[in-house]
């Protein structure tokens, strides 16, 4: 009898593990396509850099994840939409540097970065390239910072456009060695670049993409680049930090995020995936070609950085008093 017994439990327990691995297998995430919200317009580099890793993880889970341009707001729609949908790990969206910039930079913003969401990866980033017109009689930055101090109010910078990264980090530049120097807002990177060029803003704060082929060309002078390494783009350019500056430091980055609940598995899983699309070759060339650093951080890296630069621009546009258009 009590050989019955042990052999019901073990029968009930067998049937009991059988019916979780099998409603396991039929809840496997994902098991329907997954929607990878860009908060910005088709073309740009964070709708590109979503697009590549979202064909990438869709070949890798055998399930789709689309992008889907959810266009405004300079991303507060995007973002804001994203912060309110359902925690399930069907909705991810892809942050730009404006996630933790537009906080500072609007009254009110429809979405909590560190609230309303948790980190999935930082997946690349962007240095910014400072730049002098090929005429400009300075070779490095210690020349630029005592040509600008030598003629206060003479000299300008380029960015491309007020509150963008390029906009930043010349604000940065300017407030971290009171430098008496002018911002000249474009509509875009590639006219900022064409300015500097033509001499009419002798400086510019640049990304790669527009920046490096002027260099390459010899049309600019890059003396330096904000992040934290050398880019990849431009090796034989130094940091700020090793010309001198230590506390000029920033990037763009492109990444990803979940609604703020999303299980935790979920989330590893899609890191896993995500830094498995960013290690192939083919991947770290178009990434290359974009004029991005691929990094590929953990979730836990990705939120500290987030929790950091939200601190850091914040504490910029204050001091510069820099206000959304």
Not at 22 to 29: E, F, L, M, N
Not at 117 to 135: D, H, K
Not at 192 to 220: E, F, Q, R, S, Y
């Amino acid at each position: 009898m009590r050989t019955d017994r042990r052999c019901l439990i073990t029968g009930t327990l067998a049937v009991g593990v059988a019916g979780v691995t099998s409603a396991r297998t039929q809840t496997a995430y994902p098991n329907r396509p997954v929607r990878v919200i860009v908060p910005f317009a088709p073309g740009g580099v964070t709708d590109v850099v979503a697009r590549l890793i979202s064909g990438k993880i869709s070949e890798q889970f055998g399930k789709q994840f689309y992008v889907e341009n959810v266009v405004g707001g300079s991303g507060n729609i995007g973002m804001g939409q994203a912060a309110r949908a359902a925690p399930d790990g069907y909705s991810m969206l892809t942050v730009f540097s404006s996630f933790v910039i537009n906080p500072a930079m609007f009254e009110r913003v429809p979405y909590d970065p560190v609230n309303d969401f948790n980190p999935v990866a930082l997946a690349v980033t962007s240095t910014t390239v400072i730049v002098v017109n090929a005429e400009l009689p300075v070779s490095n930055i210690t020349e630029l910072v005592a040509l600008i101090r030598a003629n206060p109010g003479k000299y300008s910078y380029a960015s491309a456009g007020t509150g963008t990264t390029s906009h930043l980090a010349g604000e940065q530049f300017r407030l971290a060695l009171a430098l008496d120097l002018v911002h000249v807002p474009f509509s875009g990177g590639a006219p900022a670049m064409a300015a500097v060029v033509a001499g009419h803003t002798p400086i510019g704060m640049g990304t790669p993409t527009v920046a490096v082929p002027l260099v390459n060309d010899g049309k600019l002078s890059a003396i330096a680049v904000t992040s934290k390494t050398r880019t990849q783009t431009l090796p034989n350019v130094p940091t700020m930090a090793e010309s001198g500056y230590r506390d000029i430091e920033g990037d763009s980055f492109v990444g990803f995020v979940v609604p703020a609940g999303t299980p935790k598995d979920i989330i590893t899983l899609l890191n896993g995936e995500i830094v498995k699309s960013l290690a192939t070759a083919d991947m770290k060339e178009r990434q290359a070609a974009l004029g991005n650093d691929v990094v590929a951080s953990t979730p836990e890296e990705f939120g500290h950085r987030l929790r950091a630069e939200l601190a850091i621009w914040a504490k910029v546009i204050k001091a510069a008093n820099i206000k959304a258009g």
